[in-house]
């Protein structure tokens, strides 16, 4: 595979990828949206708002304030995966205490870490009047977009199939596709009867026939077939836009990270569940493989809490994704699932239940019987 930058600046990125997998290409599109870490507001405290806005308006404007989430700013803070990401104290304090007559801009909110503060210093939040005081603590935490679009790092995540323009020498040349190309892709040379493909474009970083549409409107107006738009089945132009949080390089970058770390070991296991229902006549392994086979973004995560509500004593559940420690498990109930969060394995453990990988159950019962699917 390889790629080439066609332009890369603060927020933006526009790329081309050669001989890749269009399931490839769509998973790096999926992980840069949904799985790649940023820090935004996730708690407010209004202690006093006079501003006519109401106070949720305020939290909700607050959410998707960017802040900046370069690798420099990650560093060392807690993942949502990690046990105590939960706790206030993991985040970023901010305050914001002003009274009117003024705008109440983005700058105004004070970090507790110079590193993490708002991108833009001059996005509005609030209008205050004369009098009107406004005071705010907001706790910033890094999360993912799969669980709320304010953690999610791109604003622009898209793919599109490399273009291709054939023209067929056997027929006579038809000009009026040319002048049929809403993007100007196509001129008409009569001098040296040929129709050629425009090689710059102004405010586009893509060269010549990357930036066609593939709208077919040339090929809609030559009547005797002179003009073909294709695609390579194995090349794409690639498009990346942050709201400047981080670069979109980092967002590339950390998102093959998490395709490398993450995907070999998940398609073998599902590759090993269909076999497994296959071999053994058990539907459950099927049930379960095409739970895991869905996007990261309805990956299930469910907590002891749950577990304890819905499970009796010396019951197995399997949890197609991660089981996490919040709420107290009383009861011995082995748990099978794909992650344990470290506190969730101590507490099931604690009350004489096993934490087994979906593996392990294949082996022990590879009829998969009793067994509870939980989500
Ligand atoms: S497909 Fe559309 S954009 Fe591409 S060359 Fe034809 S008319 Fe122009």
Redesign the pocket.
């Known amino acids: 595979m390889e790629i080439e930058v066609r332009s890369q600046s603060d927020d933006e990125m526009v790329f081309i990828v050669r001989d890749a997998e269009v399931p490839f290409i769509n998973a790096i599109r999926r992980v840069a949206m949904v799985n790649v870490p940023k820090i935004a507001i996730e708690d407010v405290n209004i202690i006093r708002n006079d501003s006519a806005m109401f106070n949720e308006v305020l939290a909700h404007r607050l959410g998707l304030t960017p802040l900046v989430s370069d690798l420099d700013a990650l560093e060392g803070l807690s993942l949502p995966e990690d046990d105590d990401w939960g706790e206030y104290t993991n985040g970023i304090m901010f305050h914001l205490n002003e009274v009117g007559p003024k705008v109440v801009y983005s700058k105004d909110l004070i970090s507790s870490d110079s590193k993490i503060k708002p991108v833009y210093d001059t996005i509005p939040l609030v209008k205050l009047k004369d009098g009107e005081e406004l005071n705010i603590e907001a706790v910033a935490k890094v999360g993912y977009g799969k669980e709320h679009a304010k953690w999610m790092p791109t604003t622009v995540c898209a793919y599109k199939q490399y273009?291709e323009?054939t023209f067929n020498d056997d027929v006579e040349i038809d000009y009026d596709c040319a002048q049929?190309?809403?993007?100007g892709?196509?001129k008409s040379d009569r001098r040296s009867k040929k129709i050629k493909i425009v090689e710059e474009h102004e405010n586009s970083p893509l060269i010549g026939v990357e930036n066609?549409?593939?709208?077919?409107?040339?090929?809609r107006a030559s009547d005797n077939g002179y003009?073909n738009?294709g695609f390579k089945p194995n090349d794409f132009i690639f498009r990346i836009e942050t709201d400047g949080a981080m670069p979109p390089k980092e967002v590339l970058l950390k998102a093959c990270d998490v395709l490398i770390k993450t995907n070999p070991n998940l398609i073998e296991l599902i590759n090993k569940l269909y076999e497994q229902s296959r071999n053994e006549d058990a539907a459950i392994w099927r049930d379960v493989a095409q739970r895991l086979e869905r996007s990261n973004r309805r990956t299930a995560e469910v907590n002891l809490s749950d577990i304890a509500r819905h499970a009796e004593a010396g019951e197995t559940v399997l949890v197609p994704g991660k089981v996490l420690s919040n709420g107290d498990l009383e009861n011995k109930v082995d748990v099978v699932a794909l992650k344990f969060s470290a506190k969730a394995q101590e507490k099931i453990e604690s009350a004489g239940g096993e934490c087994i990988s979906i593996d392990e159950i294949m082996e022990s019962n590879p009829k998969g019987s009793n067994i509870r699917i939980m989500e």
């Open positions: 273009p323009i049929a190309c809403p993007r892709i196509l066609c549409a593939m709208c077919k409107s040339c090929v003009i738009v």
